[in-house]
């Protein structure tokens, strides 16, 4: 992994494991099965291809999944996570966290899972599958969704 400034880093191909600290820093995985960690700070994440693994930590972060398996924890703060392909898995973390998946609503099926209404959602569309927790609000192109529902919902097309 390359250092370009003091808080910003860009990894290779390669798999690679990158720690941040408390300040903000930009942190790109590329290619890869990477496992990037922003620790405190409002930082940004980016997985980009390959299997990733991707912490918030504290802070209010942008996080982009990228292509592959993911899994993205936003960690304490207000995080912005975008989804764009893959099977992945994200939990906000505390704080009022907000998700990002391309397509409009009528594109995705919704199921909710877990024991408590509210605890666990699984998202699909086409091959992708997307299964969240602690998210509160999810973005789709054609409108945004509340995810702080309060009742059962087996499944449904939103």
């Given at each position: ?6 808080e ?43 299997d ?7 802070g ?27 099977e ?9 966290d907000?998700?990002r998946l ?8 919704f ?5 408590d ?9 086409g ?32």
């Open positions: 992994m390359r250092k370009l400034r003091k910003t880093f860009i990894g290779t191909n390669g798999n690679e494991t990158f720690r941040g600290d408390a300040q903000n820093e930009v942190i790109r995985g590329n290619g890869g099965n990477d496992s990037l960690n922003g620790a405190g700070g409002n930082d940004r994440l980016s997985g980009d291809d390959g990733d693994v991707l912490r918030g930590g504290g209010d972060d942008r996080i982009l999944d990228g292509d592959g398996n993911d899994r993205v924890f936003g960690g304490a703060g207000d995080d912005y996570i975008f989804i764009t392909a893959g992945d898995f994200v939990d906000g973390g505390e704080g009022a907000i998700i391309d397509g409009d609503t009528t594109d995705w099926l199921m909710q899972g877990g024991d209404p509210g605890e666990i959602y699984v998202l699909q569309r091959d992708q599958l997307v299964t969240i927790e602690n998210i509160e609000l999810a973005i789709f192109d054609d409108k945004s969704v509340s995810l702080e529902w309060h009742g059962p919902l087996i499944s449904a097309f939103i």
